[in-house]
């Protein structure tokens, strides 16, 4: 017990006196994190909308996998980055492996069906009326579309941050495709891993905090912005 | 003068199940025209294929002149005319000004002129009070009166009401016949009216269309229908009572 309190205490201690190399740690987490979250958000929002609105052949199937693959294990889809990027694969010759473009990379594959497909979902929850109440008051296809998007916004501002806590709690694949490389590819989930593996328990602990911090941070950030598109949020009534 | 609509032979099956089978409708403009008939009957679905929401599987629909043939600028431009009252009242998120307002940003109307109309449409509906509120913290009934002043708002050519007073009180209910039938004297809107409310199809209706298990089974003016109703399941309806 004494262990714990006394790893807390230092934990806090370390945070508290701003370490520049935790700084640099956490600086190169979000930012590969929020990198991947973007590109990925670029692609899974118009992707999983339209296909939450077309009826194009394939399209259960996709979706099918896409949901598949929310729940893909981060060690395997940082191995499927690995392949490709490792010398003798793919784009062996661009030497990415080990970069934190390569953790980028990892981490939009592991973002990409969580967004695409909780956009494709909400879409789909609300289409048809907002389809029919748009229409009916002389939308076009287009301005229909758009309608139902808006209409989906929060579903989709909640895909967006069940993917950021996903990214920067995962472990598995930034360690396969970034090797925790001190000053370029280590991030706070990898620096956990290394400190406690050195039993240097009290600087694994104040990373966590970190980590939680930022944690709490995205959810305190959500309830913003939900409280912006919804200026009610009293929530149901329960007796 | 040809007619606003011309349905020929149409037939709207869901799987196997055909649920609307209509032989011939010819509807003139600037009428209110009523369509009764139990619920699964096909009322909605009827008025969902003239406002070009649902398509039919066979036949012909004839809108203001216009052979449909669902391609995407002819769509838009008559359902530029048409509006509908649905069922439900969905309301958008946000306030009751945006959703009033949505028909006419959508139509690139200068901010000025949207902000009087809203609060013109507002103002028939006895709703002016309203419009910073939520959209969806309203009553049913204000939601019901919202949507219609919506509606009203892009000054449609033809009017859809799917069951307009379902939960509108009696007062209430009476203001926006008043409203109906204002809009359509002075304005000349057609109005296609779905209603349960049978004093109410023929307090407005200038005709009548009885509706049964996706047929039409009798069709005429309001006053013919309600005292002489030829079809057995028309006179079994109106008098509350069932076939077998
Ligand atoms: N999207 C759909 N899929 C399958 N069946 C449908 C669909 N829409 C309507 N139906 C069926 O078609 C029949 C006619 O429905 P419709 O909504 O037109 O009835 P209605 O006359 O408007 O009834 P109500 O008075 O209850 O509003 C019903 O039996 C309904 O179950
Ligand atoms: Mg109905």
Known sequence: ?239 | MTPVFKLHKIIKRYGQREVLHIEEINIHGQKICAILGPNGSGKTTLMRIMGLLTRNDTGTVNILGEDIHWGKEQLLKLRRQMTMVTQTSFMFEGNVYDNVAYGLKIRRMPERGIRAAVEKSLELLGMSAFIAADARNLSGGERQKVAIARALAVEPRVLFLDEPTANIDPQSAVEIERHVRFINRELGTTIILVTHNLFQARRLADEVFFMWDGKMVERGSAKDIFEQPQDERTRSFLSGETVF
């Open chain 1, 1 to 239: 017990m004494d262990i714990i309190i006394q790893g807390l205490k230092e934990g806090l201690m370390l945070v508290w006196s701003m370490d520049p190399k935790i700084i640099q740690i956490t600086l190169v987490s979000l930012q590969v994190s929020l990198s991947a979250l973007l590109i990925a958000a670029c692609l899974g929002i118009p992707l999983g909308a339209a296909l939450a609105l077309k009826e194009v052949p394939g399209r259960r199937l996709f979706l099918n996998i896409t949901y598949t693959f929310m729940g893909l294990p981060p060690v395997l889809a940082g191995l499927i980055v690995y392949l490709v990027l490792t010398t003798r694969g793919p784009l062996g010759q661009f030497q990415l492996l080990f970069t934190p473009t390569a953790m980028i990379c990892a981490q939009i594959l592991l973002a990409f069906p969580i967004i695409c497909g909780l956009t494709a979902r909400t879409v789909m929850a609300q289409r048809q009326e907002v389809y029919d109440t748009a229409v009916t008051l002389g939308a076009s296809r287009r301005q229909a579309a758009w309608a139902i998007i808006r209409e989906s916004r929060m579903g989709i501002i909640a895909a967006l941050t069940t993917a950021l806590g996903r990214l920067v709690a995962e472990v598995g694949a930034v360690m396969l495709v970034g090797g925790n490389i001190e000053g370029s590819t280590r991030v706070l989930t990898t620096s956990i891993v290394l400190e406690t593996r050195m039993g240097e328990d009290s600087r694994a602990i104040g990373i966590g905090i970190i980590l939680l911090v930022i944690s709490f941070s995205i959810i305190v950030l959500i309830n913003l912005l939900e409280k912006r598109s919804f200026k009610n949020d009293a929530g149901i009534q329960i007796t």
